[in-house]
T-cell receptor, first 109, second 116 residues
Framework: GQNIDQPTEMTATEGAIVQINCTYQTSGFNGLFWYQQHAGEAPTFLSYNVLDGLEEKGRFSSFLSRSKGYSYLLLKELQMKDSASYLC??????????WGAGTKLIIKP | EPEVTQTPSHQVTQMGQEVILRCVPI?????FYWYRQILGQKVEFLVS????????KSEIFDDQFSVERPDGSNFTLKIRSTKLEDSAMYFC??????????????FGAGSRLTVL
């Protein structure tokens, strides 16, 4: 079966750095996406990785290792507005997005 | 910035009633999707739509569900004879690309369906 694992919840301090991990087992791989979802709102796109390595976009970076079936999302200089769920999603060989359950990130002052 | 528009934002219905959820995708996007998210659970794929026909559908998308693009702008999800377990947030999404490249989905704000 296809599976994506993320921690259920993480807590971090404003101004700090947090790393959210995602491991996946899917039938094929055509890219990995990170989305941010605030409570009661729609997911919004953060990043896309299809090759191994680090993609940096402002305070957010995403890393991929295809051989390990592993990705992480790194958030720097955390702000209170970063409190949200972070969803890892993998596009499989049929170009369908397989979603993780999301990691709820709580930022404390 | 272009956005996906969904209506209604919240609908309450009685079990057994039919519901139609409406979406206006981004105008130059060619691929359309419906997802649902039961409160506190993961996003679940329902169906994808391209070139006026269903391209993929999940096990959830049974005969109770149907999709339609009645005109050049709207994309609808119909749920016949709603059940209590259909209560969820339903997200419409669209993308410019389908099965190639960074298929970034743009989501609508969602339609919350409550079945009593």
């Amino acid at each position: 079966g296809q599976n994506i694992d993320q921690p259920t919840e993480m807590t971090a301090t404003e101004g700090a750095i947090v790393q959210i991990n995602c491991t996946y087992q899917t039938s094929g791989f055509n890219g990995l996406f990170w989305y941010q979802q605030h409570a009661g709102e729609a997911p919004t796109f953060l990043s896309y990785n299809v090759l191994d390595g680090l993609e940096e976009k402002g305070r957010f970076s995403s890393f991929l290792s295809r051989s390990k079936g592993y990705s992480y999302l790194l958030l720097k200089e955390l702000q209170m507005k970063d409190s949200a769920s972070y969803l890892c999603a993998v596009m499989d060989s049929n170009y369908q997005l397989i979603w993780g359950a999301g990691t709820k990130l709580i930022i404390k002052p | 910035e272009p956005e996906v528009t969904q209506t209604p934002s919240h609908q309450v219905t009685q079990m057994g009633q039919e519901v139609i959820l409406r979406c206006v995708p981004i105008s130059n996007h060619l691929y359309f999707y419906w997802y649902r998210q039961i409160l506190g659970q993961k996003v679940e794929f329902l169906v994808s739509f391209y070139n006026n026909e269903i391209s993929e559908k999940s096990e959830i998308f049974d005969d109770q569900f149907s999709v339609e693009r009645p005109d050049g702008s709207n994309f609808t999800l119909k749920i016949r004879s709603t059940k209590l377990e259909d209560s969820a947030m339903y997200f419409c999404a669209s993308s410019e690309l389908g099965g190639s490249g960074a298929n970034v989905l743009t989501f609508g704000a969602g339609s919350r369906l409550t079945v009593l």
